[in-house]
């Protein structure tokens, strides 16, 4: 999702795109040296990873840590070796510990113990951002971190059990409302989390990489909150249902809230994350027109794994 929306972005500026078309696997070193070392790229936008809502970074702690580890060092020692010019490593709001306090700043990293549910991604994220910082350093290389908050936008994940709470919310509500069954949202609806549309943060990416070098790393996010129980209700409304939702309490709540504080970011310039109301409308819709062929949505359930691992 993150690297096809840095490739529309792309597509507007006087770049080669260099994608991995052919499948390569980031976890192996070999075969990741051997393609950059083929490729020669200039700039690299790290977004390759294995990530997955909060049910599937739970169930898949060993996956989440070092699909994720193998990725960024392959990828980060390849693009030192092949003298990459600049390269953005695309980390996670959730680096940031548990209670940390709201808005997250940047330097609130490593200053507490992390949401349980996610600590396993996002010790991966945070070996990335030391590597980044440590290659700058050792290597001089010119290597930077964003992170940032949930997001969600085309291309999406639309397996139930392993998706975000968007993807997730905006195909059981079509469910729903075609099956005159409720909707049903896992924990209590009480957690609060920022959303920010894939295009934006595609933005805030390529403007980082021509604007920003240095060690400090940079929250990306929309500044907009809402609790999950009102993104329930404003999915539903956009998909047509009126009953009330039902709360599923035997899932977990996960980190009660999560909104980064985005000072850095727009004292740098960059200020033009759009509203959430329509980026859920235009998100739902591009999965209505697509659905027949979104990752996750008719799969039978002996090809997700395959799947899976073509997503890394
Ligand atoms: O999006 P989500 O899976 O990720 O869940 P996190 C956000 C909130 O939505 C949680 C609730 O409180 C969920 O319990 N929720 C309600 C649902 N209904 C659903 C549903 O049907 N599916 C899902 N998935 N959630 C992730 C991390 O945490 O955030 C990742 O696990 C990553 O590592 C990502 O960092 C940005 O916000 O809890």
Not at 5 to 20: F, G, H, N
Not at 50 to 66: E, H, M, T, W
Not at 177 to 202: C, I, K, N, T, Y
Not at 225 to 242: C, F, K, P, T, Y
Request: net charge negative.
């Amino acid at each position: 999702m993150v690297g096809r929306a840095i490739v529309r972005r792309l597509a507007s500026e006087p770049v080669t795109l260099v994608t991995p078309k052919d499948r390569i696997d980031f976890r192996r070193q070999a075969e990741t040296e051997a393609w950059m070392a083929a490729q020669k790229p200039h700039v690299v936008f790290l977004a390759a990873a294995r990530v997955g809502g909060i049910l599937a970074n739970d169930n898949a702690p060993a996956q989440f840590l070092y699909d994720n580890l193998m990725i960024e060092a392959n990828l980060i020692e390849a693009a030192r070796r092949t003298g990459v010019e600049k390269l953005v490593f695309v980390g996670s709001s959730c680096i940031y510990p548990k209670d940390a306090a709201q808005p997250i700043t940047e330097d609130a990293l490593l200053s507490g113990p992390l949401e349980p549910t996610n600590q396993w991604y996002a010790v991966a994220k945070i070996a990335g951002i030391k590597l980044a910082q440590a290659y700058r350093r050792e290597y001089g290389c010119d290597f930077i971190s964003a992170q940032p908050t949930n997001l969600y936008g085309p291309f999406d994940n639309f397996d139930l059990t392993a998706s975000h709470v968007i993807p997730a919310l905006m195909r059981k509500a079509h469910e729903a409302a075609q099956s005159g069954e409720p909707l049903v949202v896992w924990g209590s609806g009480r957690p609060f989390r920022e959303f920010m549309h894939v295009d934006d943060l595609a933005d805030a990416l390529v403007f980082l990489a021509q604007t920003w070098s240095g060690e400090d790393i940079v929250n990306v996010g929309s500044g907009e909150e809402v609790s999950i129980a009102d993104l329930a209700g404003m999915i539903a409304r956009i998909a047509g249902l009126s009953g009330a939702p039902v709360f599923d309490a035997s899932k977990p709540d996960g980190t009660p809230r999560k909104l980064v504080d985005v000072s850095r970011l727009k004292a740098m310039g960059w200020n033009r994350a759009r509203a959430l109301a329509p980026g859920l409308q235009d998100t739902y819709e591009w999965f209505l027109n697509h659905r027949q062929s979104v990752r996750g949505y008719a799969d039978a359930p002996s090809t997700r794994q395959k799947q899976d691992d073509q997503q890394l």
